[in-house]
């Protein structure tokens, strides 16, 4: 069986992940601001009109990002090879065997499947198969692509705040994840991954673990050293 945290590793950039993360926590910081000082609603109104701002400004802030790391949004929303038709932006991150179609939901809170609709059901369906296509391009899904989520969900508490970010793999029943870290956890797979820089020699790749990060002594901690010392 596949390696789905490997696979996602793989094909999705760590500063893909990092400025999803920024710019849908800012877009609810900005759908609750303009709730609060544009719309005169009661609380319960308020946290709907907030909820739709939200979804809405993320979304559209995912598909600015994920283009800019190299994804490609699905060519006219359609599944190459079905007739399925998505209505939300998916992009496609090529991976070096298994690539990725990865879309945006939010989740009613941590670790709850995102309510099922038209785009996400078809999405899915890739976690199964997809019949081959004659298209080649890096824009069109392949058979052994996996359909992965980039997840939210908000902070019940405080208006503006997300209490989760998560990755999340959905069975293609949409009944239960089949994979799924908070963004913290995955994100430190990263760290983990070799790092295979190109031999100047020609000799071929050296494979090299990513050196660990040095804890910062602050000066006034450093042991005192003499003058002319190294």
Known sequence: ??????????????????????????????????????????????????????????????????????????????????????????????????????????????????????SRAAGVTLNVSLQPSLFDEDDCPKPSDIFVLFLTARDRQQAGMIEEIAIGVIGAAYKDFIFYASLDDFLRGYDSKPVVPDEPDGSGPKVKLRPTRKLFVPPEKQPDTEVGEE
């Open 1 to 118: 069986m596949i390696d789905i945290r490997s696979a996602i590793l793989n094909a999705l950039p760590r500063e893909l992940l990092i400025d999803l993360e920024d710019r849908l926590r800012a877009a609810a910081l900005k759908a609750a601001e303009v709730v609060r000082k544009e719309l005169p609603l009661n609380a319960k109104r308020s946290r709907e009109a907030e909820g739709q701002i939200r979804f809405r400004l993320q979304e559209q802030s995912y598909e600015e990002v994920v283009q800019q790391h190299g994804g490609y949004l699905l060519p006219d929303g359609v599944m190459w090879g079905t007739d399925l038709k998505v209505f939300q932006p998916f992009a496609r991150f090529p991976g070096s065997e298994v690539g990725i179609i990865l879309g945006f939901a939010a989740m009613a809170e941590p670790g709850k499947i995102p309510s099922k609709n038209q």
